[in-house]
């Protein structure tokens, strides 16, 4: 039975993201977002990060779990392998019929805040294969934005509200110690198993002995369904492993 990494926390830059820097007319004045939708940068991981927002959809997919650092936070697991995520196609299309997270979505773009604390200011990855010299996608026209940046701008903002709203519940869940150190155990083939480990999950048996106060109070906000997306969404494992053996019986 191999045994595979779990989601890894958070590093210096967010997941995908090797080089982003400020958008200004002046330099990115002849770039272009290439038309079609090629989601293969997103190929060669097991975990993509998710807000709460996101869960309804999501749960039907994909496991969501939490990663183990200081502040979890939810992800969507995509692979059992550590490098193989089994919803991007050959050709770099996103599996169809299955939900595409919103961090996904935005690459290449992604807000930073200005130094100081100041606002925030709209990046790219010029690294990114998703742009291009010319074409017919600019992101600037006569030295103003145009709706190619536009788009990706709204989802931007949203994400970052979504990110704080994420943050107070996870929050929320470390208070009341929720949160517990578990293991997947996948089968692919009769006699082959897969061990994913090291990420966390919410205590069912914690979670039933919620006191009747918080429970209202958080029904209120909404966490009470978020709790039982995440748990119903335990069951996506079985499509992970449905689609890897297939996967591997196709090769």
């Known amino acids: 039975m191999a045994k595979q990494a779990a989601p890894r926390a958070a590093a210096a830059l967010p997941l995908f993201y ?19 939708a090629d989601y293969r940068f997103a190929r060669d991981t097991n975990a993509i990060p998710l807000t709460t927002a996101e869960f309804f959809r999501a749960q039907r997919d994909y496991p969501i779990v939490f990663t183990d650092e200081r502040l979890p936070m939810p992800v969507a ?3 059992i ?3 193989a995520n089994l919803f991007v196609e050959t050709d770099g299309g996103w599996r169809t019929g299955t939900y595409v997270p919103a961090h996904v979505r935005r690459y290449p773009f992604l807000l930073a805040r200005q ?3 100041g606002d925030f200011v709209l990046c790219v990855d010029a690294a990114s294969d998703l742009l291009e010299i010319g074409g017919g996608n600019p992101l600037f026209k006569d030295g103003k934005p145009t709706a190619a940046m536009q788009k990706p701008l709204e989802l931007c903002l949203a994400y970052e509200r979504q990110i704080e709203q994420t943050r107070e519940f996870m929050r929320a869940l470390l208070q009341v110690e929720f949160l517990t150190p578990r293991d997947a155990r996948v089968q692919l083939a009769p006699g082959e198993a897969v061990q994913v480990a090291g990420f966390k999950m919410i205590d069912e048996e914690k979670f039933n002995q919620l006191p009747a106060e918080t429970f209202r109070e958080w029904r209120q906000k909404g966490w009470i369904a978020l709790i039982y997306a995440h748990l119903l969404s335990l069951g996506a494992w079985e499509r992970l492993a449905r689609l890897a053996a297939g996967q591997r019986s196709e090769a």
């Open 77 to 79: 697991v995509v692979g």
């Open 18 to 36: 090797h080089r982003p820097v400020a958008l200004q007319s002046q330099h990115h004045g002849i770039v272009s977002l290439r038309a079609q």
């Open 115 to 117: 130094p100081a604390g």
């Open 81 to 83: 392998r550590e490098a």
